[in-house]
């Protein structure tokens, strides 16, 4: 496996399949590249690691967000990647051209859901994605289904600008308990991270409500009784992230994002259970 830090370097991955992370890697990320591997074919596969500065809303967030180069590599090596991709913030934004943000498609600005709590997040993102999708030129890029809503806004970008790039997604890996991996998992005290616990247990019990009223309710009480900070807590449309209409037969989802201490925590399940 080569790790590889400037554009120029990656002629030789094109029509390959891409994992874009931003470091701090755990068995989540890792079973997206082996995913990858799984779908190659023999292609190459390209993992990217960039804390990209353009989504994060908080700068001390960005300030503190894990860096594990070495790490990550070697579990890249691992899993199956071909090229690691870790490049500076002047290869991805030079000074002197400015990088487009694409226009965001409705899912990034109308749910109320991460696209209000954080302001900005989803045109850095889409920003960084796009400009990563042109200097990797993958045929495939496998996301994970944990940033429900992220993954919704680049399949949805991705058709707005014919980039005709096939997007795969995988459930979100949890550890034993239940709690949704995240490399921000590092911040949470033993305490913080037992009360994280709710989280996951409030979307599984939503998951037994029969109507979005009775799921909602529910999520909002356990998390509360936790002590979280709740942000959102609530049943909508898979794919839009809208209320949900009167259609019974549109798939739905329930996603929580939550303060626990310092951290902010984000998760979803599919609703109901099938
Ligand atoms: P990031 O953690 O922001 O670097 O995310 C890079 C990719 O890993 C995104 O597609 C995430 O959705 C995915 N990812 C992060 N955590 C998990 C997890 N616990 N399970 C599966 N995929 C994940």
């Known amino acids: 496996m080569r ?8 002629d030789p991955c ?54 594990t180069l070495d790490a990550d590599a070697a579990g890249c090596a691992e899993a199956g990647a071909d090229v690691v991709f870790a490049p500076a913030a002047v290869a991805m934004y ?5 990088v487009a943000v694409p226009r965001l498609p409705e899912v990034a600005t109308r749910p109320g859901l991460e696209d209000a709590h954080r302001p900005g997040h989803f045109a850095g993102v889409c920003q960084v994605v796009k400009r990563l999708f042109e200097v990797v030129r993958p045929a495939a890029a496998v996301f994970g289904e944990k940033d429900w809503q992220q993954l919704q806004v680049i399949r949805a970008m991705v058709a707005q600008e014919h980039l005709g790039i096939a997007i ?23 305490e913080d991270r037992c009360r994280a616990l709710a989280i996951s247990r409030a979307l599984c019990e939503a998951a037994g409500k029969k109507s979005v ?21 609530v049943v909508r449309e898979a794919s839009t992230l809208m209320p949900l209409g009167t259609s019974a037969t549109t798939p739905a989802r329930a996603l929580i994002a939550a303060r626990c201490g310092s951290v902010r925590l984000i998760d979803n399940a599919p609703w109901p259970r099938g």
């Open 3 to 10: 790790i590889v830090t400037t554009i120029a370097e990656l």
């Open 14 to 67: 094109f029509g390959g399949v891409f994992v874009p992370t931003m470091g701090a890697l755990h068995a989540g990320h890792f079973a997206l590249v082996r995913e990858a591997k799984r779908l190659s074919g023999g292609r190459p596969v390209v993992v990217s690691i960039f804390v990209n500065p353009t989504q994060f809303n908080d700068p001390k967030d960005l300030a503190r967000y894990p860096r």
């Open 94 to 98: 030079p000074p002197d051209s400015s």
């Open 168 to 190: 795969e997604a995988l459930p979100t890996v949890r550890e034993e308990d239940g709690l949704a991996m995240s490399s921000r998992n590092v911040f949470l005290s033993s």
């Open 213 to 233: 009223t009775e799921a909602e309710r529910v999520m909002a009480t356990m998390l509360r009784e936790a002590n979280l900070g709740v942000e959102y807590a």
